[in-house]
């Protein structure tokens, strides 16, 4: 798992490169100190996952991967933060961020960033029950809901769960390929990034 890391001070990056660095599966390809730096050393080195504090000089971390995101959809970023604020987590999810850890919680960010590379999303149990709150006091997501098939409710429930494509593929009774392909049009009839969005969506909506 090839990671690059970001953040604004280097006693952190450096803790970060040794913690990970003992771990055999983790390769750090490169790390920086700006948004400025994360945007130009993801062009140069295209990492499993880019891991990258929040508040930051310059281009901060959120602006740095709306602009990483935006050239590569694709892109897997999962960012740090010392505390919690309800316009960073919006912001992370509307850009497309597949993950948003505490640094203090040091134990989680190797399993944290596990996850992001097989696909998944990261964002505590804390966070998840106030995103719903947070989307509709910010004028919500700008989601009009769709009519859906039975069987793409169920799918999108078990998004919201947090269960990865296989896992939902062995609760349905599917290929992996099918849910891939369901969860791809869904998305497109919604008119959402990813399964982030997706969970948001289903929480400020479907569950009522």
Excluded at 30 to 56: K, Q
Excluded at 112 to 117: G, K, S, W, Y
Excluded at 120 to 130: A, H, L, P
Aim: one cysteine or more.
């Amino acid at each position: 798992m090839r990671i690059t890391v970001v953040d604004d001070d280097p006693m952190i990056v450096m803790a970060l490169k040794t913690i990970l660095g003992a771990e055999r599966e983790v390769q750090i390809c490169g790390s920086g100190n700006s948004g400025a730096e994360a945007v130009t050393l993801y062009e140069e080195h295209r990492p499993d996952v880019l891991l990258m504090d929040i508040r930051m000089e310059g281009m901060s971390g959120l602006e740095a991967s709306e602009e990483i995101l935006k050239r590569h959809p694709e892109a897997k970023v999962l960012l740090l933060t010392t505390f919690l604020d309800d316009e960073y987590i919006v912001r992370a999810i509307r850009a497309g961020a597949r993950g948003y850890l505490l640094k203090q919680d040091y134990a989680s960010i190797l399993p944290a960033l596990r996850a992001v590379q097989s696909g998944q999303t990261v964002f505590g149990s804390e966070i998840m029950t106030r995103i719903p709150e947070l989307f509709q006091r910010k004028g919500g997501s700008g989601v009009r809901a769709a009519e859906l098939t039975e069987r793409e409710a169920e799918l999108i429930s078990l998004v919201a769960e947090g269960l990865s494509n296989r896992e939902i593929a062995g609760r349905m009774c599917l290929g992996e390929g099918t849910v891939r392909n369901y969860l791809s049009n869904i998305l497109d009839k919604l008119g959402l990034r990813d399964r982030t969005q997706l969970a948001v969506w289903y929480y400020r909506g479907m569950k009522k």
